[in-house]
């Protein structure tokens, strides 16, 4: 029944697409050894993969990596931002080979996917996968971001 109402709020919906997109990227990380696999997971680009940021065409893209990422020199050790950065330097120092050209469409397509806000059926059934802890974390996410509280879902 909570995992029903909880499919009712976009913000729930979108954290817990955005969830599963992540197991999956890291279930190809695991799978492959390959680190570019991963999820930015913070910032404007947190949907993309370490790869494909860096490798990117797109000029608005490149200017984050090499003017914002590459420059830093105060990234907090263990951070996401600190283990993206230490990527960034290894691909640039050639230490890393990045791997062919992989299709990226599947995460864009997640990720325009999880723009969606309209609450339809099976949105309550992909919802309706998820564990109590998957939930619990999300709404702990978005709480800490001030998207919501969990008051609200408790009323």
């Known amino acids: 029944m909570f995992v029903q109402y909880v499919s009712f709020f976009p913000a729930m919906v979108k954290e817990l697409r955005f969830r599963e ?7 190809r ?8 696999e991963r999820l930015l997971e913070f910032g404007m ?16 893209e490149r200017r984050y990596v ?4 590459l420059p830093k020199t105060d990234c907090i050790p263990g951070t996401k931002m600190a283990e993206f950065h230490h990527y960034c330097l290894n691909c640039r120092a050639g230490t890393i080979i990045t791997a062919a050209k992989t299709d990226t469409s599947t995460i864009t397509a997640a990720a325009t996917t999880m723009t969606t806000t309209t609450t339809t059926i099976a949105t309550v059934s992909a919802v309706d996968s998820h564990t109590d802890e998957i939930i619990l974390a999300a709404v702990t996410k978005l709480e800490t971001e001030g998207v919501v509280n969990a008051l609200n879902y408790l009323l």
């Open 29 to 36: 990380e695991r799978s492959t050894g390959d680190q570019g």
């Open 21 to 27: 997109m992540l197991e999956a990227t890291l279930t």
């Open 66 to 69: 090499d003017r914002f990422i």
């Open 45 to 60: 680009y947190q949907d993309g993969s370490w790869r494909q940021l860096y490798e990117s065409g797109d000029a608005q």
